[in-house]
């Protein structure tokens, strides 16, 4: 079980690049089953989430090859083994349900071990479902695994159960392939939504709407493949980053920002007293986003006048809230942080306290955070979810002296070569096994 050390509380100066998304990545890697051929993806980011899904792949019998250090070959031509998938790495990542849309029209019968990823209270695959059992996909919950029936797609309307951004991608990779015009109303347009329907569209797919909460798409027999297509940037890696100069007062340019993803982020920091310039703005390699480098000056702090809260896009993203924790650690004043969307997220924000922070508990989605306070190094376990990991470890590099952050790889599920990184740019971290 890998820790990290970390000597807190320095300056950090120069550039940060954040790293291709996560969410992305797996999504479009499931959704290269629906190409039956084959496909080559650049800027894939060697996480530990990515290393599962390839492990599924792998595992019912597609070619998965790095090219090089980013650039990932897939051939998905051959017949599928369904019987031999990887339970193991079906059950640590939830990203798995991905292959319930993927799979919808190659596949008539199969099985899927339930998942894991990030512990987070509750969380339904029923919104899933919903939307799935409307195309004529059956799912049966069973002890450990899920058992799958999948008839002839027909075209559908969908209403969403919720805004979910896994809920969505599968119900769009169901109505690719569903004959007729398929609508899906308040449907997320969430980033790796955005960047999943590219893909498809790269691919042949016919859709409508993309970066809407409805989308028109119409039904097409079967896909080409496809040549290159470039991971978009991830904005919760960015913000992660964004949090990190802001918490330690640094001066620090983060690069290969996606703008449209964080505008309001940006906003609420802005309220904040937080000093930033926005430079650099150019396009995505794949042509579809806005991108900029953001540099961030060591600024004085006030705490936000209402409450924080995450909604989905264009909301303030609900993975971005964690880290607005640590900052307001450092912001005079107090604010409530309302994490209402999982039931016990919040809980994890209460970590922070053993480094010197002042937050209370209201309830299971709650918190008010009283700053400034002055962090001090302690010795944790990390998280077992990704984003409160990383505020924790944000908290950590500006506490003063010597913290270590037990158990990485929830982190590493998500960051690539984060040590790195922040080394760097001045950061006093190590990795240790």
Known sequence: ??????????????????????NSAVAILCASLMVRGKVVLQDVPRIEEVFRIIEILESINVVVEWKDEHKLFLDT?????????????CELTRSSLLLLGSLAAREKKYKIYKSGGCRLGERTVKPHLFAL????????????????????????????YESGDTPTENAIMAAVFATGVTTIKFASSNYMVQDLCYFLISAGAKIEGVGTTTL????????????????????IVAMS??????????????????????????????????????????QSKNKKFKIVDISFQPSVLNALP?????????????????????MLTQAKGRTLVHDWVYENRAIYYLELQKLGAEITLLDPHRVFVEGPTRLKGNELMCPPAIRPAVAVLVAMLAAKGMSVLRNS?????????????????????????
Not at 306 to 319: C, H, Q
Request: aromatic share 10%; glycine share 6%.
């Open 77 to 89: 031509s051959k017949k599928l083994k369904m019987s031999d998938i990887d339970a193991k790495a």
């Open 241 to 282: 980053f964004v949090a990190l100069a802001v918490t330690t007062k640094s001066s620090l340019t983060v690069k290969n920002c996606p703008l449209d993803f964080l505008e309001l982020e940006l906003e609420k920091v802005l309220v904040m007293g937080q000093k930033f310039s926005i430079k650099n703005k150019r």
């Open 133 to 160: 059992e409307k195309f004529g996909i059956s799912v049966q919950s069973k002890f450990k695994y899920y058992d799958v029936v999948n008839k002839p797609l027909k075209a559908q309307e969908i209403v969403m």
């Open 216 to 235: 028109k798409i119409t039904g097409v027999k079967k896909f080409k493949s496809v040549s290159s297509y470039p991971i978009m940037p991830d904005p």
């Open 409 to 433: 790889y929830p982190i590493e599920r998500g960051y690539e070569d984060l040590v790195g990184k922040l080394t760097s740019v001045g950061a006093h971290i190590e990795r240790v096994e």
């Open 1 to 22: 079980m890998a820790k990290f050390i970390i000597q807190g509380g320095k300056k950090l100066h120069g550039s940060i690049e954040v790293s291709t998304a996560k």
């Open 306 to 326: 209402d409450k924080v809260y995450g909604r989905p896009f264009p909301g303030l993203n609900i993975d971005n809230l964690p880290f607005f924790v640590p």
